[in-house]
C-alpha cells in the first residue's frame, strides 16, 4: 500500500478541486507506475513528480 500523499493546504474552490481531483486519481496512479516499474518507491516518486508538476503548471488556472 503506497503512502499516502497529504492534501496541500487550499485556499480556493479551484485549489480544492485540484486537491480533490489529485485524491480520486492517487491509488490508480500508484497502481500504474508500480506496474511499470516494479518498485513501490520508484512508483510514488513518479507520482508525487507528476503530480507535483501537474499542480506547479495548472494551480493558477
Given at each position: 500500500m503506497p503512502a499516502k500523499i497529504l492534501p496541500l493546504m487550499s485556499s480556493s474552490?479551484?485549489?480544492s478541486a485540484l486537491d480533490a481531483f489529485l485524491a480520486s486519481v492517487e491509488a490508480r496512479a500508484?497502481?500504474?507506475?508500480?506496474?511499470?516499474?516494479k518498485k513501490s518507491a520508484?512508483?510514488?516518486d513518479i507520482v508525487q513528480e507528476a503530480m507535483l508538476h501537474l499542480v506547479q503548471s495548472y494551480r493558477a488556472r
Open positions: 474552490p479551484a485549489e500508484y497502481r500504474s507506475a508500480l506496474l511499470t516499474t520508484d512508483a510514488l
